[in-house]
């Protein structure tokens, strides 16, 4: 029984340890693009499916989980959570993400981007938080040429339009932070959304694929409403020569993150962690 009670006590200390660690970065130091107020984020009161909905966001920022102590690696991800660009699904496709991504060792950024239906604004917070993390990679002890994104479903649309929209100038540059590449050096796209709206559901014609497109990772399955998107990206990346991997499983649906008792949501994070090895490697 002390056994026990000891451990609880050290798995206490080290959730309350966790949630002291994480820091939130405002992504704007002045005006924010587009915006003529900076609030507080709302929740939204609908919590069905036990999930935390963000359902306004003027005030961008990022929240910063850093990799436990002692940790080799030195690749970041920025996490950007579904929501349908309506709200944010902050802890199934964020917080939680985020956290496995430190159980793994690697450090992880959740993007608390503009929300509702502010595509452009979200646009420009992701290009602005990888320039920021990448002008703060040394206090956080990551390589600044190792930092991805990750999203789900209308996040995913986010993350692919930031891996192909990287050299367009979306906002006026505030600081030195904005003088930084906006490229993500890999993206993983899970159960994304929104990258088939091309004529015949081809790929959404904003998404600009070359050969210079980061490193990608798929994940979707058959019987997912959306899951024609991960398949045009993935074909729009291999007719580009440039680096992809597709995971495409009959069964899982849309919106299940890492939670447990879906056969998808078991499945895409040991191929996404298999595939983030090649990262793993210190330059």
């Not at 906002?171 to 904005?178: G, I, K, L, R």
Request: contains cysteine.
């Amino acid at each position: 029984m002390k056994k026990v009670f000891l451990l609880c006590i050290m798995m206490s200390a080290g959730v309350n340890m966790m949630a002291q660690q994480v820091k939130n970065i405002p992504l704007w130091p002045g005006n924010v693009p587009g915006e003529t107020v900076k609030s507080p984020m709302k929740t939204s009161a609908d919590n069905s499916g036990n999930v935390i909905r963000i359902s306004e966001v003027t005030d961008p920022f990022i929240s910063v989980y850093p990799a436990p102590a002692g940790s080799t690696k030195d690749a970041a991800v920025i996490v950007c959570p579904g929501g349908g660009y309506s709200i944010l699904a902050l802890d199934l496709e964020g917080t939680e993400i985020a956290k496995w991504f430190n159980s793994l060792g690697y450090t992880a950024f959740v993007l608390h981007y503009r929300v509702p239906q502010k595509q452009l604004g979200a646009l420009q917070d992701v290009q602005r938080a990888i320039r920021i993390v990448r002008s703060k990679a040394a206090d956080y002890h990551i390589n600044p040429e190792k930092i991805g994104v990750l999203g789900f479903s209308a996040g995913g649309s986010l993350s692919a339009r930031a891996s192909t929209l990287y050299d367009v100038q979306q906002y006026t540059p505030v600081d030195a932070a904005d003088q930084l590449s906006a490229k993500p050096a890999f993206t993983l796209l899970i159960y994304p959304a929104y990258l088939d709206k091309g004529t015949d559901r081809k790929l959404t014609p904003e998404l600009k694929v070359n050969a210079a497109t980061p490193p990608t990772f798929l994940f979707a399955t058959a019987d997912d409403p959306y899951g024609n998107s991960a398949l045009v990206m993935a074909g729009a990346m291999r007719d580009a020569k440039a680096p992809v991997e597709l995971h495409f499983y009959n069964k899982g649906g849309h919106g299940y993150g890492l939670r447990p008792g879906n056969p998808a949501a078991a499945a895409w994070p040991g191929l996404a962690q298999a595939w983030l090895k090649q990262f793993d490697k210190k330059d």
